[in-house]
């Protein structure tokens, strides 16, 4: 059996897709903790949108902790 929602305009359609990521087990949203966009989750543990974030956070990170030593 195949469910099928009719929906009056697009947004209302967006919206029921939205809350529907919002939860899904497989691919929670989830928060960048380098640069605080929203992103789906493609591990349970995913806490960067890209690799390129979790190198600058790493970058940043280590760069305060020399700093700190420095003083």
Not at 21 to 33: A, I, N, T
Request: with cysteine; aromatic share 14%; charged share 25%.
């Amino acid at each position: 059996m195949r469910s099928y929602w009719d929906f009056h305009s697009l947004l209302l359609g967006i919206q029921m897709m939205f809350n529907f990521m919002l939860v899904d087990d497989d691919q929670p949203l989830r928060l960048c903790k380098h640069c605080q966009k929203v992103f789906l989750g493609g591990r349970s543990n995913a806490t960067f949108c890209s690799p390129r974030c979790k190198n600058q956070y790493n970058v940043y990170k280590n760069r305060e902790k020399f700093k700190g030593d420095e003083d």
